[in-house]
């Protein structure tokens, strides 16, 4: 190509019925040309663009609006989707450097990946994340895990949001919160490759899903518990225990959801040291960003620290707290038996909670509802709403959204004790009856 570029007149199609056959080319900025090819018919717009190294890249556009104008390309137009072009493939150039192409689907894999190891090395075995299983089954192998993270657009994710419309408000918000880490974590370790403004497009693309009604608010009324119920599960946890041989692993795992209102990932990582005088030193959530400490300080009553006694009696303080056993089946047989004593995993709880249901008569309670209950049991007792949020390792605009309705009858309740009686009541006034209604009169 020469140094000096010899514009052409194209911008009508006048001007270029007057060009010979071949290619003309004009240039729309310092290193990108817009090019027309005529034929004997009409004519073809092209672009071509420097790449770097001494070489240009070139593509066709599309037809010249020469003789028809319904689906061909005007001057104007053609400009514009070589501006279009040229910008799209600078970009995958810059993706592509320094590495594999990330997609929305590698994005997920290295996010798995780090969830797994994460999850493992906590359990002390190789173990799968939720996230992992989440993500697996409604992200990997979708159109959206095909798409290039450079060209990502908030269609692309609001077209992967409306599949989840069917899904439960709770359930598609830990998805979306899920793809969002991932691809958030994608931005972060590759931002030399990737447009400044993919965080903003995953911010607006993935935002949390709203309650389809008030029935799937967080906090269900008939998930708030009274002190009675609460005290049926944990003896129904105790009936279980005993029957089902769980040595005081699954009671004491129910006591202290219900005592500390703490999350069950929270108190899976409690150790021996973590149990002191009239509190407990509960481990904060993995969740959120930012510096956070490392244990909160939870009161608890001393019938709980007496329950703790066996789980902490011979054993070092780094030890984990809460333990229970391991089952291997016996060579050749359909008998299992007692092998190790292991940290609790996510879904063990489950099975014996079905059992709690029943025993406590309560059937559609859930084990999140010790928290709630916990929550507004702060609440009601006049507590700070601060105080009630970092004790439950969460924000104050997160109980404020979710406990609104508790905070206001709290509030309502202050206001009236707040109410004093404002008519003076001299000595010697008396009450008399005026039309059927009670008067004060003063006495002459």
């Keep these: 190509m020469a140094k000096t570029l010899r514009e052409a007149k194209l911008t009508t199609p006048s001007a270029r019925k007057e060009l010979l056959s071949g290619v003309h080319w004009r240039s729309i900025d310092p290193e990108t040309h817009l090019g027309y090819r005529k034929g004997i018919r009409g004519g073809r717009w092209l672009v071509r663009w420097y790449s770097g190294e001494g070489k240009y890249q070139q593509a066709t556009l599309g037809t010249a609006d020469d003789v028809i104008t319904a689906d061909t390309l005007s001057y104007a137009a053609a400009e514009k989707a070589a501006r279009k072009h040229v910008n799209a493939a600078r970009l995958e150039a810059k993706a592509k450097a320094g590495g594999p192409l990330m997609t929305v689907a590698l994005a997920v894999h290295q996010y798995i990946a780090m969830r797994d190891a994460t999850e493992s090395k906590r359990s002390g075995k190789k173990t799968r994340s939720n996230a992992s299983q989440r993500l697996g089954k409604h992200v990997t192998g979708t159109p959206l895990s095909e798409i290039a993270l450079h060209a990502l657009t908030e269609q692309d994710l609001k077209a992967w949001r409306s599949d989840l419309s069917e899904m ?127 244990r909160i300080a939870v009161p608890v009553g001393d019938d709980v620290l007496q329950a703790l006694i066996p789980a902490t009696q011979g054993r070092s303080g780094d030890e984990l707290l809460l333990i229970r056993w391991r089952h291997k089946q016996k060579p050749g047989s359909m008998e299992w038996t007692r092998d190790i004593r292991g940290p609790w995993q996510a879904t063990e709880l489950t099975p014996p909670w079905q059992e709690i249901r029943r025993v406590s008569e309560m059937k559609d309670v859930i084990p999140y509802a010790l928290r709630h209950s916990s929550v507004v049991r702060g609440i009601r007792a006049n507590l700070p709403i601060r105080l009630v949020a970092a004790l439950h390792d969460t924000s104050v605009q997160m109980i404020e959204k979710h406990y609104a309705r508790w905070i206001v009858d709290g509030l309502d309740e202050l206001a009236a004790r707040a109410v004093v009686p404002l008519i003076p009541h001299l000595e010697g006034d008396s009450v008399v009856q005026l039309g059927g209604k009670a008067a004060w009169t003063a006495t002459p």
């Design 168 to 294: 439960k408000t709770s359930t598609a918000n830990r998805l979306i919160n899920d793809l969002k880490a991932a691809l958030n974590s994608a931005w972060q370790n590759n931002r030399s490759r990737l447009p400044p403004d993919i965080s903003t497009t995953i911010k607006h693309g993935l935002k949390a899903a709203q309650a389809h009604d008030e029935g799937e608010d967080v906090a269900r009324e008939n998930q708030i518990l009274t002190d009675a119920d609460v005290g049926r599960l944990i003896r129904a946890s105790q009936i279980v225990d005993d029957a089902q041989s769980w040595d005081g692993d699954l009671y004491r795992m129910v006591l202290l959801l219900a005592a500390t209102g703490a999350r069950f990932s929270q108190l899976t990582r409690l150790r021996v040291a973590d149990v002191q005088k009239s509190r407990l030193m509960v481990p904060t959530s993995n969740k959120g960003r930012g510096i956070k400490v490392n």
